[in-house]
């Protein structure tokens, strides 16, 4: 069985929690203490009927606010796929919470309520969707029993859509009229909208294709990236018992690509190569292994490698540059400044940077691009330089998302600050 | 070459627990000899074998636990020749005179906490690797896999670090700590069929067993040990019963049940409609936030 990991993005009132709420309900993902629990709760707050959304509301403040603050991960699965749900909150002052639970997804569900359209919050989600390189994009219109389950407004809302999504990097793009209170389309066939001859948000959701993604390519599955095959060492397991005295292995997860006992590797920053002698997991002995496998590697050759370092096989290498292009989503509250210090982290290796330059900082709303900023602030995104101390090894962001995302580190709260799509070598 | 979902979720924790080695100087791993815990044991075996772990496996004992769990974990630590180290609630009592709950539901589970804060403080832990598990409670759902604690070990869900790609930040200030959820992303299912894919062995207690117990508020509880006093409305039965989590025997509550292996017992799991928190553990149902304001309190 296979892994979806998808996130849910819409307005504060877009029935984003509803709609959750209706899918594990719906897929009877919901067990019989935990609908009595939101029973309690729905009555001693009044609300006459049962408010799906108090099964994703966690948080004390969540509950007394009504609103989702922090990403919450669910878990469902039904007898063709597991999904993990990234429950992501709408509000714009939680964008940087929207960028972390999108970081690790394949699909996004974009919600859009039925009577409003695309709306600011709409353009803000898919763009981030979109920077994050998420291949697959659901619009699901809501509220559909609001409009009469009108298929002129589905239309509509879909051509304007289509306007705003050429705009951005997407590549797939599915809509899905329903209702999430009344349970139109997400599990089960609406009786209200026979005009609609899709599949159900849940039958979309099982079939929908994630082999393409870059996530767990091979040369078998994607020959547009032959061997695009990063390891980023974590540890070197060195136990110098007796027995096993010259015991030396480099324990990481191949985080893209493909590497074969025999290949040859480059070690990054130090250009050094070699041969894989073993690949090894949990001590028993492959002849290859891919993404996403945590493995141990032994190389021919006793050459110098720590955490930190970047194993590749050599006949195709990343960039090395210490001067790097990035778009960055800012997370903190501290200013973000041209000159400023911090921590970069891409993989296993960290280095300091400073901020050479803000190109120019994207409107999350319009697209426009404004230059000449001096800083950013808190859900602020920008295109910018970044000059590091140690040459950072990484692929565009586009190619390939495990070794494009990068964070930035404030070095003297420890606070994660920021989130980087490389982009190139500036 | 896709790999399956447990095959997946396996080399998450690899990659969290080899994270933790990577990052931390003084980590630990929280084991309680319930069948979570075994599950990371396993996992870290995985991870840095045939080196040793980086790390003693850390023990809060609450001195109402099940000796069969008890022995369980004495044994494998012993057989995987690794470092166990055993703090003890009863001590914590004694030294800063705490006042122990009293009263029909008294349970010392929460008093855990003090000894796991005095512990991690004396062995200058800065990463404690746990088995909690998103899918247990809504709070549990909140968390980041790295879970930043202040030196009171509190956790503060509005202030948690972005967690991006499989990017983690484990940089503390001294005295922080980090709590480590290597499995947070699998459910009490996949933990099952996990060690049910791996022959990972558990304590009897989470097979059917014929065990004297007391019926409390429509709960089956242990009678174990004397932790829980009989009061005169308390009915003692005995009944064939497992043991879905296995806790301080003072919250843990028994399931009837007469699967006696493991094929049985994830038939079981498949089919039940109540959630493994709702069913066994007292504490998480004594408000709507019982689990926040705990973690918020410092416990694990």
Known sequence: MDLLRFITAGSVDDGKSTLIGRLLYDSKSILADQLEAIERASKSRDDGEIDLALLTDGLRSEREQGITIDVAYRYFQTPVRKFIIVDAPGHIQYTRNMVTGASNCQLAIVLVDARHGVVEQTRRHSLIASLLGIPHIVVAVNKMDLVNYSQDVFSDICIQYAELAKKLNVHQVTYIPMSALNGDNVVDKSSAMSWYEGATLLEHLETVAIDDDTEGITEDHHPAWPGLARFPVQYVIRPQTA???????????????LFRKGDTITVFPSGETSTIDAIEIAEKHLDEAASPMS???????????????????????????????????????????????????????????????????????TYEETPDVDNLKLNDLAKVVLRTAQPVSFDPYQKNRAT??????????NVTVGALMLLGEA | MKLDYLDQLESEAIHIMREVAGQFERPALLFSGGKDSITLVHLALKAFRPGKLPFPLVHIDTGHNFQEALDFRDNLAASIGERLIVRYVEDT????????????????????????????????FDACIGGARRDEEKARAKERVFSVRDEFGSWDPKRQRPELWNLYNGRIHKGENVRVFPISNWTELDVWNYIRREKIELPSIYFAHERELLVRDGKLMATAGGVIK????????TRRVRFRTVGDISCTAASESGADTLDAVIAEIQATRISERGETRMDDQLSEAAMEDRKKGGYF
Not at chain 1, 243 to 257: C, F, M, P, V
């Open chain 1, 295 to 365: 493995v141990v590697l032994h190389l021919a050759t006793d050459i110098d490698i720590s955490r930190g370092d970047l194993i590749v096989r050599s006949d195709n290498q990343p960039i090395s540059s210490q001067t790097v292009e990035a778009m960055l989503c800012w997370m903190d509250t501290k200013e973000f400044k041209v000159g400023n210090k911090y921590l970069l982290q891409v993989g296993t290796f960290r280095t300091r940077c400073s901020v050479r330059e803000i190109a120019y900082q994207l409107n999350v709303n």
């Open chain 1, 404 to 413: 494009g995302g990068a964070i930035l580190i404030d070095e003297t709260s």
């Open chain 2, 93 to 124: 009592i004694r030294e800063k005179k705490l006042k122990e709950p009293t009263g029909r539901n008294a349970t010392r589970n929460g008093l855990q906490t003090f000894t796991l804060l005095d512990t991690i403080e004396e062995f200058e």
């Open chain 2, 230 to 237: 009989p009061e005169p409305d308390d009915q003692l039965v």
């Open chain 1, 243 to 257: 027995e096993l005295h010259d015991y030396r292995g480099y324990a990481g997860k191949i985080t893209s690509g």
